[in-house]
């Protein structure tokens, strides 16, 4: 979650393992399904200055996609923002309103105590449910390119460097047109891209 990608990219919920994930947990919290499988190309490739579109001619599960890829760039802008106000104006498009809040203190108290967010992650999303207006996907990412840094020293924090195979669900609800990440929450058993 991402993180914060998550806050993933998460912005990913997300995204930088165990530390990122145990404070986003409480913020963020999903549910599992399953259904088809395609690979994304890493979130660097996606900028998150515009909002989402749903454009007529992609699917509803090519919009979902877009809008999970989105958002974990979002998230990744955000976390490198250091500032609360800019974070919540780059999630505003991707992220239900309500949980905002609780990730961008999350980051916040990440940058509060001199640590800074690095790199980022590569998708891999293996199955995406849709159900009405309510979509479930299920991603197996690279995160060992992300971690966290020492502000001050530029040394990376012990314990943060990301894993091969990031197991995580989110879940998406279409909002006025626009899919927004409701939750994303790291599973605890291995995923093979």
């Known amino acids: 979650m991402t993180s914060p990608r998550s806050w993933q990219a998460a912005p990913r919920m997300w995204r930088v393992p165990a530390l990122l994930a145990a404070c986003l947990a409480p913020a963020l919290t999903a549910c599992s399904s399953a259904a088809a499988r395609v690979q994304l190309p890493a979130k660097a490739a996606v900028t998150a200055s515009a909002a989402p579109g749903s454009p007529a001619a992609l699917t509803p599960r090519q919009q979902v996609i877009a809008a999970l890829v989105g958002y974990t760039a979002a998230l990744d802008q955000a976390e490198q923002s250091r500032s609360g106000a800019a974070a919540r104006r780059l999630l505003r498009p991707y992220l239900a309103a309500n949980r905002i809040g609780g990730l961008v203190r999350a980051v916040s108290t990440i940058w509060a105590r001199g640590d800074a ?8 999303v293996l199955t995406v449910r849709i159900e009405g207006r309510r979509a ?38 279409l909002t006025r047109g626009h899919w927004l990440v409701q939750s994303q929450l790291p599973k605890d058993v291995p995923c093979v891209p």
């Open 117 to 124: 967010f690095n790199g980022q992650d590569v998708l891999h």
């Open 136 to 173: 479930v996907v299920h991603e197996c990412d690279n995160t060992t390119g992300m971690g966290l840094d020492d502000a001050a020293s530029g040394q990376a924090v012990p314990g943060s460097s990301g894993v091969a195979h990031d197991n995580l669900v989110t879940r998406l609800e």
